[in-house]
């Protein structure tokens, strides 16, 4: 919990829209779920991996802090090859 | 099998149709005695409405089939008297943990604040709800219950309905003002009238057992992912009332339906889950499939549809007869203005439109459960499983956990019932809200709000000290409770006291009310009969309120 605290990545929830009112703390969550899910509607494999691809650069240079993406590329990796933080 | 509860055989009357030959027409007639059936049928008698309930069968539902009733079911049946029944007979439970693979990786509380008078969530078997609701229904002298009495053609006209009704002793006719179909997903009256169903079908079936055992789990909903036991696939996990567990294990679509039914199937599936040493028994296993759908429109013209007749979704999220049992209470204060007289049949369509927006919201909701339980393509699973994996972690992750999101009331914020706020207001009590219950005092007796706002529609006036409320206010208010719709005033304030007007006090001795309705003195709410809201004010003003009164029930 301390290290999450240092981090200027947020993994608390996050999810919003401007002009939504919510009244169930899990809908904007879902909201972006279902959006994610539909995004790949149609789609193989191999085109569904692209998709996932372009996502995370267009989101990256969003993000733009390095620092930040950084620290999300590394969680993102944890437990995959058995690399822990 | 069926071994912890004895069915009760209802007895079956010959209908003084019959017995005299004479049609009878009579104001409202129910189709269906199942748990939402009944609902109806006891809130429009208990309103002072004469009510024929048919049913086609002699006793309860077979299974415990729906075991989930929310807080707001347990809100609207407290009103119909057999809230107490069911929750002193139910598993009360607030917590749900998931779990991925071997560890939990999810809890949630549905109810984390503390003073409300009923629980998140009970679980009992259907049976037990239908028991206790005919029991109440036969203790109503203006409720006829028909057993045996089965609905075999409908003719709708313009000024009610003409049914044919088939008994042990041949068919009779019967005639009524209102019609109220709910007689279920299969609806034989949807049918009769070649009214369509929309939605879609899940490809995935599921096999639900029930199993008595003694065994210490606490009383939460637990949900497995991918579990070692059942590799691949979901398991939920219930704790019913006598020691029954329900446990729903997901088959896939290629699964046989009647080869899993078969105790030889079913054993070694529970066996893996509980372990070898544990001694159980099948009491009741069913295998089902689901669709989310519903009809575009639950009012035809003196037909009305409420329940699975009008609507259906997955189980994910216990939002099937939970919803159906808030279909009852929003329609039935509406039938009975309209049949007094007191608001035109427009009112009705408002019924519609406020529980269409709701079964919206919960097919929404439990298509969105559905997506994540059973991921439909490879690119959805790996979604899934990485937020399960990030979610061991990760707040933001657990938040994106849905192994279903629970039945709640839905906020009817585009109601035309609604006056739009012109005050500013902190909090989510906005006007087509549910009500939060709060702990009150009156007359030095405490009692929940829920139990005392309901059933007509109220205004409840804050005010700093009840003996301070001068006699001209009074007058206003007298007024305003002479008008054609019933409306009651109750002053809330933070202390206990006499009204020289006479009206009285519900003292919010906790300051709950204040915190969760953002209310201080000068504050109005106005509450409908089916406690959601319909306006409010920061300052009292008598012209709003028969304004807002009015535009409520469609006179305005």
């Known amino acids: 919990m301390k290290e999450e605290t240092e981090m200027s990545l947020i993994l608390k929830p996050n999810f919003n829209e401007p002009g939504k009112r919510y009244f169930r703390a899990f809908t904007p969550g879902d909201d972006f779920y279902e959006a994610l899910i539909e995004t790949h509607h149609d789609l193989n494999d191999e085109q569904s991996a692209i998709l996932n691809a372009k996502l995370v650069l267009l989101l990256a240079n969003h993000i733009g802090d390095i620092s930040v993406l950084r620290e999300a590329m590394k969680l993102a990796r944890q437990g995959i090859k058995g690399e822990t933080a | 099998m069926l071994s912890t509860y004895q069915y009760p055989k209802y007895e079956y009357v010959q209908p003084p149709e019959q017995k005299n030959g004479k049609t009878q027409r009579y104001p409202v ?6 748990p939402v059936g009944l609902a109806a049928a006891i809130e429009l008698a208990q309103s002072g409405v004469p009510v024929v309930l048919l049913d086609d069968d002699d006793t309860v539902s077979v299974g415990s089939r729906g075991v989930c009733y929310a807080k707001r079911a347990l809100e609207v049946l407290d009103r119909i008297g057999v809230g107490d029944a069911c929750v002193a007979k139910g598993v009360s439970w607030n917590v749900g943990r998931t779990f991925f693979r071997e560890e939990e990786v999810y809890n949630f509380n549905l109810l984390p604040q503390p003073d409300h008078k009923r629980p998140g969530m009970i679980n009992l078997q259907q049976y037990y709800l239908e028991e206790y609701e005919v029991k109440r229904a036969q203790e109503l ?13 409908v003719a709708p006209q313009g000024d009610g309905a003409t049914l044919q009704v088939e008994t042990p002793d041949g068919i009779y006719t019967l005639e009524t003002d209102w019609l109220v179909v709910a007689d279920g997903a299969r609806s034989g009256i949807r049918r009769m009238m070649n009214l369509e169903i929309e939605g879609k079908v899940f490809m995935d079936r599921f096999l639900i057992a029930d199993v008595v055992m003694k065994a210490d789990f606490p009383a939460e909903r637990w949900f497995w992912f991918d579990p070692p036991f059942h590799p691949g696939q979901s398991v939920l996990l219930h704790r019913q009332a006598d020691n029954v567990y329900r446990i729903d ?20 599936r529970i066996r893996a889950m509980l372990g070898d040493d544990r001694e159980f028994e099948l009491e009741w296993v069913s295998v089902y499939t689901f669709q989310c759908r519903r009809m575009n429109d639950f009012r035809h013209g003196r037909v009305l549809f409420v329940g699975d007749a009008a609507h259906q979704v997955s189980p994910f999220g216990a939002r099937g007869a939970n919803s159906g049992i808030q279909d009852t209470d929003n329609l039935c204060w509406k039938l009975k203005l309209v049949i007094d007289g007191k608001a035109p049949s427009s009112l009705l369509d408002t019924y519609s439109d406020e529980r269409g927006f709701a ?11 559905t997506d994540f339980i059973t991921p439909k393509s490879k690119i959805s699973l790996t979604f899934r499983n990485a937020v399960l994996t990030l979610a061991r972690e990760h707040a933001f992750a657990r938040a994106l956990v849905n192994s279903g999101r629970l039945s709640v009331p839905t906020f009817l914020t585009e109601s035309v019932l609604n006056t739009p706020d012109t005050d500013s207001f902190a909090g989510d009590m906005v006007p087509g809200a549910p009500l939060d219950d709060a702990p009150m005092r009156e007359n030095g007796e405490n009692f929940w709000l829920l139990d005392r706002v309901a059933n007509r529609f109220m205004a409840l006036v804050h005010v700093a000290d009840p003996a301070a409320v001068d006699a001209e206010f009074g007058q206003k208010i007298e007024a305003l409770t002479k008008a054609p719709i019933p409306l009651e005033v109750v002053l809330v304030a933070p202390q206990a006291g006499k009204s020289p007007s006479g009206l009285r006090v519900f003292e919010d001795y906790t300051g709950r009310y204040a915190e969760r309705f953002d209310s201080e003195p000068g504050t109005v709410y106005l509450i409908r009969p089916d406690q959601h809201v319909a306006a409010r004010w920061r300052s009292f003003e008598a012209a709003r309120v028969t304004a807002a009164l009015a535009k409520a029930t469609c006179n305005a």
Do not use: H
């Open chain 2, 359 to 369: 079964a919206d919201e919960n097919i929404l909701n439990s298509t969105r459960s």
């Open chain 2, 29 to 34: 007639v129910v189709v269906g005695a199942g």
């Open chain 2, 141 to 153: 002298p203006n409720l006829d219950l028909r057993f045996r009495n089965k609905v075999v053609s």
């Open chain 2, 249 to 268: 294990f997901q088959l896939g679509w290629q699964a046989d339906p009647e080869e899993e039914k078969k105790p030889e199937n079913v054993i070694p």
